[in-house]
């Protein structure tokens, strides 16, 4: 029985341990993938092309956005970032599920394209946490952290759109919690409906 995978999209401000989260979610389940976007940003230290992003021009980002080659994209604190249509949609159809970890105004794109898919907010315990988190990470200026607080504070007034909240107070608990969600969405009658139906249409066994 071939289902069609999940579409996840995990979102929430940054610095709140979306990547954290996801990467651990991969790491035990081989059925899930998380997709890899373009970004206009410049590579973090430690961050290599084709694994984290691809990091591309903005007239690059600019000519996937013309010939249709992002299923979503955003403008997140004067970058570019998106996510590369291809294989998404194979991997799908393959039965996998895929895991977006995107910005608000990404997710909100998925919801309106893809009704079917399954919208996850991440929390900070609070703001307070979520700055120290940002500064602890010692990847962002002074300016870029000021931004992206901003940013979060915006996010935060779209968390009605979403299907599940998960505060990430301990990554133990986060993790698990997006498990479950899975394992629920999977279980939902409308993901299963070709099962009951082919088992209404059987035969009772002949030997009973
Ligand atoms: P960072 O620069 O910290 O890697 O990412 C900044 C923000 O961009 C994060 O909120 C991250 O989730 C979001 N982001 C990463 N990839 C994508 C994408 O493909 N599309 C959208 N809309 N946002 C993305």
């Known amino acids: 029985m071939n289902h069609k995978g999940l579409l996840v999209v995990v979102c929430g401000p940054s610095g709140v341990g979306k990547g954290t989260i996801c990467r651990e979610i991969v790491g035990r389940n081989e059925n899930v993938y998380v997709s890899i976007s373009a970004t206009t940003r410049k590579p973090r230290k430690g961050e290599t092309d084709g694994v984290h992003y691809y ?5 690059e980002f600019e000519n ?3 010939s249709d080659e992002l299923l979503e994209w955003a403008k997140y604190c004067k970058n570019y970032y998106g996510t590369p249509k291809t294989s998404i949609e194979t991997m799908l159809d393959d039965g996998k599920d ?5 910005d608000v105004q990404g ?5 309106r ?3 079917d898919g399954i919208l996850i907010f991440i929390l900070p315990p609070s703001l307070n946490e979520l700055k120290d988190r940002i500064v602890g990470r010692g990847t962002e200026s002074d300016d870029v952290i000021h931004a992206r607080l901003l940013a979060a504070k915006g996010e935060l007034k779209h968390v009605n759109e979403y299907d599940y909240i998960i505060v990430n107070d301990k990554l133990h608990h986060a993790v698990s919690s997006l498990e479950s969600i899975i394992t629920a969405e999977k279980c939902r009658l409308k993901r299963n409906i070709q099962t009951v ?9 002949s030997d009973w």
């Open 197 to 205: 139906e082919r088992m209404c249409g059987d035969d009772i066994p």
């Open 107 to 111: 997710a909100l794109q998925v919801k």
């Open 113 to 115: 394209n893809f009704p």
């Open 98 to 102: 895929v895991i977006l970890e995107i």
């Open 55 to 59: 990091y591309k021009t903005e007239q």
């Open 64 to 66: 996937m956005i013309e």
